[in-house]
């Protein structure tokens, strides 16, 4: 006789057995192909001590490591801010009571969602170089951060915009009710509620900026990968240059979460406010009256 869960029905005996032998197999071949490789990779000498030895020099992270996690976090950030602002300004304008504004709002996010980073980025680099925006050791910099800053404006922009349909509808009645404009309904009711709500999302695809820089490495911008790439090069350790910088990048990336994540708690916190103070008993009230 089966159970069942909340999501499925639970396997009879013959289904737990089944379930069981699948799991043993596939734990089986994953071990075989991680053999597989560990073999193939030590026969090519990629996991011997001298393949590791090089970045135990400060000479190798001083001149290839720290100026492309430098180059990364840069583009990171300003990219972040930028796209945060884009996107809050974009996902309210499609909330607009205006049509033009919500038309131009709306167009806009759907063309730059369309549109790849990579030929945003290749298309800013040769714009900037044309025209000579920007210095030429800047150039590429530049394209990355307009790249990212456009598509995940865009993306973030529809995060908003589904964050303040998610609310319940009484939110904005209330506020029309009490003679609110829909300018203050968005800044004092509805966005700081979608806001809370919104952050997992909004970390999640500040994640994907931070790892879309590496895109850069198609116009010559000095990131993590492509650093990592030119030491794999130079001393012919491909593999152990790119499993340190996966490390790095998994670093900044669950420093990114866990940020996120103590954001979240404490905006929630700071929504409950402080708890409500406790009644004193009547008799201590009486006391207090009479001076006692």
């Known amino acids: 006789m089966t159970t069942s869960t909340v999501l499925f029905d639970a396997p009879g ?18 071990v075989a192909i991680a053999w597989l490789v560990y073999t193939r990779l030590e026969e090519k000498g990629q996991l011997t001590a001298d393949k590791w030895r090089p970045f135990l ?12 996690v430098q180059g990364t976090l840069t583009a990171a950030a300003v990219s972040i801010v930028a ?33 790849p980073v990579l030929i945003m980025m290749i298309f800013a ?30 993306v973030i922009a529809e995060i908003v915009r589904a ?18 404009t829909w300018g203050q309904t968005m800044r004092s009711v509805l966005l700081p509620q979608a806001v809370t709500s919104m952050l997992p999302v909004l970390i999640s695809q500040l994640v994907v900026v931070l790892k879309d820089t590496a895109l850069g490495y198609q116009i010559t911008f000095v990131e993590m990968v492509r650093q990592g790439t030119v030491v794999g090069s130079s001393y012919g350790n491909y593999i152990p240059a790119l499993i340190v910088i996966a490390v790095l990048m998994i670093t900044v ?19 409950r406010g402080p708890a409500p103070m406790e009644a004193e008993p009547l008799e201590l009230q009486g006391d207090r009256s009479r001076g006692v």
Not at 15 to 20: A, D, E, I, K, Q
Not at 21 to 28: D, G, K, N, R
Not at 84 to 105: A, E, K
Not at 253 to 271: C, D, G, I, P, V
Request: glycine share 8%; proline share 4%; net charge positive.
């Open 253 to 271: 990336n669950f420093a990114l979460s866990w940020f996120a994540t103590w954001l979240e708690k404490r905006m929630r916190r700071a929504r």
């Open 13 to 30: 005996p013959r289904g737990r057995l089944r379930n069981r032998i699948v799991s043993v197999v596939t734990a089986v071949v994953l």
């Open 163 to 180: 964050g303040v349909h998610a609310l319940p509808r009484g939110q904005g009645e209330a506020a029309s009710a009490l003679g609110l």
């Open 57 to 68: 020099s400060a000479d190798l992270w001083n001149t290839y490591v720290l100026p492309g």
């Open 83 to 115: 796209a945060l602002v884009l996107g809050f300004v974009l996902g309210v304008g499609r909330l607009s009571t205006h049509i033009p504004v919500r038309w131009f709002c709306a167009v806009f996010v759907e063309f730059f969602r369309a549109v």
């Open 125 to 154: 680099y040769f714009l900037y170089a044309f025209y000579d925006v920007f210095p030429s050791k800047h150039l590429a910099l530049a394209a990355v951060i307009t790249g990212l800053t456009l598509y995940n404006g865009a």
